[in-house]
């Protein structure tokens, strides 16, 4: 019983997601709006990353044309949580991503 309720609580510390601590940080980054609240954004290491906005808005038009880059988007970035062990959490560069700034280009 002792393990359920330790299982219980480091499931609710987890620190991912839309409620857990930035991993990184993007500031005014050209993005393209792909729909159901994702972003591809161009990355210097990578080439592309993918952000899914926490809080989605109706209002944002998808890019028909890949390169298109029909957003500025700056944000933060947070840990990506992959089910009930904390060790398969997963950081930057893509994730879950608080916008804190949105402009249609």
């Known amino acids: 019983m002792l393990s359920i309720f330790a299982f219980a609580c480091s499931r609710n510390s987890e620190d991912c997601g839309c409620d857990g601590s930035t991993s990184h940080i993007l500031d005014n980054r050209e993005a393209r709006y792909i729909g159901d609240g994702t972003f591809v954004v161009p990355d210097s290491i990578l080439s592309l990353i993918s952000v899914r906005a926490c809080d989605v808005d109706t209002a944002w038009e998808i890019s028909k044309d890949e390169n298109n880059w029909n957003y500025t988007i700056s944000g933060n ?6 089910g009930p062990n904390p060790e398969l959490r997963l950081q930057a560069p893509g994730g879950p991503i608080q916008i804190t700034y949105i402009k249609k280009n």
Do not use: A, R
């Open 77 to 82: 970035i947070k840990n990506t949580c992959l």
